[in-house]
C-alpha cells in the first residue's frame, strides 16, 4: 500500500508540478504527502479526493493573498477618495469592490464547515457594511462635508466591523495551516507505531522521511503564501501592502535622525490611449516593461511597488552622508532620470512603437514624522499638481498645495450641488462678419455665478466637472437653456456651442441634441457644435461616426482651436467641418510677431482652399482686425466686437440695435 501510494504521489506531482511555481509546488507537495499517508495508512480515500485536497491547498494559500491586496486597495482608496476629494480614488474603490466580494464568495465554497459559518455570515456581512459606510464618507466628502467624512471612517462602529471581518478572514488563512498540520502530526504518529511495532523495510523508513520534509515544505509553502500576498502578480514587484509595511518600518527606525526618507509617486500619463487602441493584454505587457525600466534606476535599499493600474511608488532613504547636496535635490534628480527613461519609446508585441510618460508626486519623511497614510497622502497631493501643470514632470509636496487641494475638493462639492441645481448660466459673445461688421450669431460660454465666490470663469470648474463625470449633463442643461433663448432673436442669427472632447465618445450625443431641438424648437441649421482637436486624439472611428451623425440632423459643425491639436489635416479631410476657428493665442500675436501672422495668413489660407469658412478668437483691436480682413478671414470674435453677456444683456443689445 505504501509504494502504490508513493507512486501515485509521483504521478499527481508530475500532473500539476509544471503549472505551478517553485512556492505553490512545495505547497502542493505538503498537503499531497499528508493527505496520501493519511489515506495510506487507514485504507480510506481516493486518488481525487488527493487531487482535490492538494488543489484545494493551493486555492486557498492564493486567496489569502487576494484578500490582502483587496482589502489594502480598498482601504487605501477609500481613505484618499476622502482626504483628496480626487474622484479616480472613488473610481479604484469601486474596481476593487466586486473583486474581494468574489474573493470571498469563493472562500466561502472552499473553507471547512465551522469557517463557512464565520464567512459566510460574520466576515462577508461585516465587508457590506463597511462598503456602505465608505460609500456613505463619498457622499459626505461630495456634498462638502470632509469632516463628518473622517469622523465615520475612523469611528468605533467602522473599527468594529473591520475587525469582524478581519477575523473571518484569519480563521479562514489559518484552516490551511491546521488542517496540514493535523495530519502531518496523525502521520508522525502512525509512521512511528508502524516503524517500532512491525519493523518495515526501509521503503517505510523513506516514507517518514518524506512526511518529515512535508513539514518542512509546508513551513515554506506558508512562508511562500505570505511573499503571494505582498507582491504584485503583474510585474513581480511589491505591492501596495508591502510598500506599506516597508514605510512604516523605514519610518520608525531609530537610527534615522541622520537622514530623510522620500516617497516618490509616479502615474502614467497616456496609459489609458494604449489600452484603449492596443488592448488590455498591450497594456499589461507595458506595464511589465515600465517596471523593468524603474529596477534599472534604483539602488539596493530602495524600494519599487506597483500600487495598482499604472501607478507605481518609490521609497528612497536619503542618506545625508551618503547622498551630498538637500534632499530635495537627490530626489529631484530621480525623478528626473524616472522622466528622461520612461518618454522613450517602448515596442509593444505586435511590433507597434507607443510613447508614454510619467507625472511623479514627491513627499520628504522628516526625521519627526512616523505617519505611512499622511506621507502617502502628501505625495498624492504633489502628484496631481505635477498632472495638474501638465503632466510628464514632478512636483515636490507643500503645505500649499494641500490647501489647494481642499479648495478644489469644496469647489468640487458646491459644483456637484449647482449643476443638479440648474444654476449654471449661458453667457454670449458677439459673431461679427470681417468684411461687413454685421452681427451673425453668438457663442455660448457657461458662466457659474457662485454664492460666496462670486462669477466662476469656465477654466476653474468646466475641467473639474470633466473628472468627475458631470461635463455631460452641465452640457445638456446650458445647450438647452441657450437654445431656447436663441429662438427669441432674430431666425438668421446663429448659436455656437462648445462640446467637451468627453462628449465625443458619447454615442448618445446626436439624440441629446436632436431631442434639445425638438424641445426648444430651433432650427438645426441654426445650431453650430465647436469640437477642439485634441477631442479626436484616440478613436477617430467614433468621432467620425458622431460627426456624421450630427452633421445629418443639419448641425453645423467647427474645428476649434486650429493648429494647436494634432493631425490636423488628417482631421480636415475625414472629418464633416463647416468651419475653422483660429487660436486665440496666434490672433492676440499677429501684431507683434510675424510668425504668427503667417500662422494665421496659413490658416485662412488653407480654409479658401477646402471651401472652409474661418473664424479668428481673441480679437480685441482695431489692427488685428484690419490685418484680417487683408488676410480675408471670414468672421471674428473678441472684445473689440463685444464681451460676453447674459441673456438679459444680450436681448438689450439686439433690441437696441433693431431700434437703430
Same mark, same amino acid.
Given at each position: 500500500?505504501?509504494?502504490?501510494?508513493?507512486?501515485?504521489?509521483?504521478?499527481?506531482?508530475?500532473?500539476?508540478?509544471?503549472?505551478?511555481?517553485?512556492?505553490? *509546488?512545495?505547497?502542493?507537495?505538503?498537503?499531497?504527502?499528508?493527505?496520501?499517508?493519511?489515506?495510506?495508512?487507514?485504507?480510506?480515500?481516493?486518488? /481525487?479526493?488527493?487531487?482535490?485536497?492538494?488543489?484545494?491547498?493551493?486555492?486557498?494559500?492564493?486567496?489569502?493573498?487576494?484578500?490582502?491586496?483587496?482589502?489594502?486597495?480598498?482601504?487605501?482608496?477609500?481613505?484618499?477618495?476622502?482626504?483628496?476629494?480626487?474622484?479616480?480614488?472613488?473610481?479604484?474603490?469601486?474596481?476593487?469592490?466586486?473583486?474581494?466580494?468574489?474573493?470571498?464568495?469563493?472562500? &466561502?465554497? #472552499?473553507?471547512?464547515?465551522?469557517?463557512?459559518?464565520?464567512?459566510?455570515?460574520?466576515?462577508?456581512?461585516?465587508?457590506?457594511?463597511?462598503?456602505?459606510?465608505?460609500?456613505?464618507?463619498?457622499?459626505?466628502?461630495?456634498?462638502?462635508?470632509?469632516?463628518?467624512?473622517?469622523?465615520?471612517?475612523?469611528?468605533?462602529?467602522?473599527?468594529?466591523?473591520?475587525?469582524?471581518?478581519?477575523?473571518?478572514?484569519?480563521?479562514?488563512?489559518?484552516?490551511?495551516?491546521?488542517?496540514? &498540520?493535523?495530519?502531518?502530526? @496523525?502521520?508522525?504518529?502512525?509512521?512511528?507505531?508502524?516503524?517500532?511495532?512491525?519493523?518495515?523495510?526501509?521503503?517505510?523508513?523513506?516514507?517518514?522521511?518524506?512526511?518529515?520534509?512535508?513539514?518542512?515544505?509546508?513551513?515554506?509553502?506558508?512562508?511562500?503564501?505570505?511573499?503571494?500576498?505582498?507582491?504584485?502578480?503583474?510585474?513581480?514587484?511589491?505591492?501596495?501592502?508591502?510598500?506599506?509595511?516597508?514605510?512604516?518600518?523605514?519610518?520608525?527606525?531609530?537610527?534615522?535622525?541622520?537622514?530623510?526618507?522620500?516617497?516618490?509617486?509616479?502615474?502614467?500619463?497616456?496609459?489609458?490611449?494604449?489600452?484603449?487602441?492596443?488592448?488590455?493584454?498591450?497594456?499589461?505587457?507595458?506595464?511589465?516593461?515600465?517596471?523593468?525600466?524603474?529596477?534599472?534606476?534604483?539602488?539596493?535599499?530602495?524600494?519599487?511597488?506597483?500600487?495598482?493600474?499604472? $501607478?507605481?511608488?518609490?521609497?528612497?532613504?536619503?542618506?545625508?552622508?551618503?547622498?551630498?547636496?538637500?534632499?530635495?535635490?537627490?530626489?529631484?534628480?530621480?525623478?528626473?532620470?524616472?522622466?528622461?527613461?520612461?518618454?522613450?519609446?517602448?515596442? #509593444?508585441?505586435?511590433?507597434?512603437?507607443?510613447?508614454?510618460?510619467?507625472?511623479?508626486?514627491?513627499?520628504?519623511?522628516?526625521?519627526?514624522?512616523?505617519?505611512?497614510?499622511?506621507?502617502?497622502?502628501?505625495?498624492?497631493?504633489?502628484?496631481?499638481?505635477?498632472?495638474?501643470?501638465?503632466?510628464?514632470? !514632478?512636483?515636490?509636496?507643500?503645505?500649499?498645495?494641500?490647501?489647494?487641494?481642499?479648495?478644489?475638493?469644496?469647489?468640487?462639492?458646491?459644483?456637484?450641488?449647482?449643476?443638479?441645481?440648474?444654476?449654471?448660466?449661458?453667457? !454670449?459673445?458677439?459673431?461679427?462678419?470681417?468684411?461687413?461688421?454685421?452681427?451673425?450669431?453668438? =457663442?455660448?460660454?457657461?458662466?457659474?455665478?457662485?454664492? @460666496?465666490?462670486?462669477?466662476?470663469?469656465?477654466? =476653474? !470648474?468646466?475641467?473639474?466637472? =470633466?473628472?468627475?463625470?458631470?461635463?455631460?449633463?452641465?452640457? =445638456?442643461?446650458?445647450?438647452?437653456?441657450?437654445?431656447?433663448?436663441?429662438?427669441?432673436?432674430?431666425?438668421?442669427?446663429?448659436?455656437?456651442?462648445?462640446?467637451?472632447?468627453?462628449?465625443?465618445?458619447?454615442?448618445?450625443?446626436?439624440?441629446?441634441?436632436?431631442?434639445?431641438?425638438? $424641445?426648444?424648437?430651433?432650427?438645426?441649421?441654426?445650431?453650430?457644435? $465647436?469640437? &477642439?482637436?485634441?477631442?479626436?486624439?484616440?478613436?477617430?472611428?467614433?468621432?467620425?461616426?458622431?460627426?456624421?451623425?450630427?452633421?445629418?440632423?443639419?448641425?453645423?459643425?467647427?474645428?476649434? /482651436?486650429?493648429?494647436?491639436?494634432?493631425?490636423?489635416?488628417?482631421?480636415?479631410?475625414?472629418?464633416?467641418?463647416?468651419?475653422?476657428?483660429?487660436?486665440?493665442?496666434?490672433?492676440?500675436?499677429?501684431?507683434? /510677431?510675424?510668425?504668427?501672422?503667417?500662422?494665421?495668413?496659413?490658416?485662412?489660407?488653407?480654409?479658401?482652399?477646402?471651401?472652409?469658412?474661418?473664424?479668428?478668437?481673441?480679437?480685441?483691436?482695431?489692427?488685428?482686425?484690419?490685418?484680417?480682413?487683408?488676410?480675408?478671414?471670414?468672421?471674428?470674435?473678441?472684445?473689440? *466686437?463685444?464681451?460676453?453677456?447674459?441673456? $438679459?444683456?444680450?436681448?438689450?443689445?439686439?433690441?437696441?440695435?433693431?431700434?437703430?
Amino acid at each position: 500500500m505504501p509504494l502504490l501510494h508513493r507512486n501515485f504521489v509521483f504521478e499527481v506531482l508530475g500532473r500539476y508540478g509544471r503549472r505551478l511555481s517553485g512556492g505553490a *509546488f512545495a505547497l502542493i507537495l505538503a498537503a499531497a504527502l499528508s493527505s496520501l499517508f493519511w489515506l495510506g495508512w487507514t485504507g480510506t480515500g481516493t486518488r /481525487d479526493e488527493t487531487v482535490q485536497a492538494a488543489e484545494r491547498a493551493v486555492r486557498v494559500a492564493e486567496l489569502r493573498g487576494t484578500f490582502a491586496y483587496y482589502n489594502e486597495w480598498l482601504t487605501m482608496s477609500a481613505r484618499m477618495a476622502v482626504l483628496s476629494g480626487e474622484p479616480r480614488w472613488v473610481e479604484r474603490f469601486d474596481e476593487a469592490g466586486p473583486k474581494l466580494a468574489a474573493a470571498i464568495a469563493e472562500a &466561502t465554497a #472552499l473553507a471547512t464547515p465551522e469557517v463557512r459559518t464565520a464567512l459566510a455570515i460574520t466576515t462577508d456581512e461585516a465587508n457590506r457594511d463597511l462598503t456602505a459606510m465608505e460609500r456613505a464618507a463619498f457622499r459626505l466628502v461630495a456634498a462638502g462635508d470632509r469632516d463628518s467624512a473622517v469622523s465615520l471612517l475612523d469611528g468605533p462602529e467602522f473599527a468594529y466591523l473591520d475587525a469582524v471581518y478581519a477575523s473571518g478572514i484569519e480563521a479562514f488563512g489559518n484552516d490551511l495551516e491546521t488542517l496540514a &498540520t493535523a495530519r502531518a502530526k @496523525t502521520l508522525n504518529n502512525r509512521a512511528w507505531m508502524e516503524t517500532a511495532g512491525l519493523a518495515l523495510s526501509a521503503i517505510f523508513l523513506v516514507a517518514a522521511a518524506f512526511a518529515i520534509k512535508g513539514r518542512a515544505r509546508l513551513r515554506a509553502a506558508l512562508a511562500f503564501t505570505e511573499a503571494v500576498a505582498r507582491t504584485d502578480a503583474l510585474t513581480d514587484l511589491p505591492n501596495r501592502r508591502r510598500l506599506y509595511e516597508d514605510l512604516r518600518t523605514a519610518l520608525a527606525r531609530p537610527d534615522r535622525s541622520g537622514g530623510e526618507v522620500a516617497l516618490l509617486l509616479c502615474d502614467m500619463d497616456r496609459f489609458k490611449l494604449v489600452n484603449d487602441v492596443h488592448g488590455h493584454p498591450a497594456g499589461d505587457h507595458l506595464l511589465q516593461l515600465v517596471a523593468a525600466r524603474l529596477r534599472s534606476l534604483v539602488r539596493p535599499g530602495d524600494l519599487i511597488a506597483r500600487l495598482g493600474g499604472d $501607478e507605481f511608488a518609490l521609497v528612497v532613504p536619503l542618506d545625508a552622508a551618503a547622498q551630498p547636496g538637500p534632499s530635495g535635490e537627490t530626489a529631484a534628480n530621480l525623478a528626473r532620470r524616472i522622466i528622461t527613461v520612461l518618454k522613450q519609446p517602448f515596442k #509593444l508585441p505586435d511590433g507597434a512603437i507607443v510613447q508614454i510618460g510619467v507625472s511623479i508626486g514627491i513627499a520628504i519623511a522628516r526625521p519627526e514624522d512616523n505617519s505611512a497614510d499622511a506621507l502617502v497622502r502628501r505625495a498624492d497631493v504633489a502628484l496631481y499638481r505635477a498632472k495638474s501643470d501638465g503632466r510628464s514632470r !514632478f512636483h515636490f509636496f507643500d503645505s500649499g498645495l494641500d490647501a489647494h487641494i481642499q479648495q478644489r475638493a469644496s469647489l468640487e462639492g458646491d459644483l456637484r450641488q449647482a449643476i443638479a441645481n440648474d444654476l449654471l448660466v449661458p453667457h !454670449f459673445q458677439p459673431l461679427v462678419d470681417m468684411a461687413t461688421e454685421r452681427l451673425i450669431g453668438f =457663442e455660448m460660454l457657461a458662466r457659474w455665478p457662485h454664492p @460666496t465666490r462670486g462669477m466662476v470663469p469656465p477654466g =476653474e !470648474f468646466v475641467p473639474i466637472a =470633466e473628472d468627475i463625470g458631470l461635463i455631460g449633463p452641465m452640457t =445638456e442643461c446650458l445647450l438647452r437653456r441657450a437654445c431656447r433663448i436663441a429662438t427669441m432673436w432674430s431666425p438668421e442669427l446663429l448659436l455656437a456651442c462648445n462640446v467637451s472632447p468627453l462628449q465625443l465618445r458619447d454615442r448618445g450625443l446626436p439624440a441629446m441634441v436632436q431631442s434639445i431641438l425638438d $424641445e426648444t424648437g430651433l432650427p438645426a441649421h441654426r445650431l453650430e457644435l $465647436e469640437i &477642439t482637436e485634441s477631442a479626436l486624439v484616440g478613436d477617430i472611428d467614433l468621432a467620425r461616426d458622431l460627426l456624421g451623425e450630427l452633421k445629418a440632423l443639419g448641425v453645423r459643425l467647427a474645428l476649434d /482651436d486650429f493648429g494647436t491639436g494634432y493631425s490636423s489635416l488628417r482631421h480636415l479631410q475625414m472629418l464633416p467641418f463647416d468651419k475653422l476657428k483660429i487660436d486665440a493665442s496666434f490672433v492676440r500675436a499677429m501684431d507683434s /510677431d510675424i510668425e504668427s501672422r503667417k500662422i494665421v495668413a496659413a490658416v485662412v489660407g488653407l480654409g479658401q482652399s477646402l471651401g472652409l469658412v474661418t473664424v479668428a478668437e481673441g480679437v480685441e483691436g482695431a489692427g488685428t482686425a484690419a490685418l484680417l480682413r487683408d488676410l480675408g478671414c471670414d468672421i471674428g470674435q473678441g472684445w473689440l *466686437f463685444g464681451r460676453p453677456g447674459s441673456a $438679459e444683456t444680450i436681448s438689450a443689445m439686439l433690441c437696441e440695435g433693431a431700434r437703430a
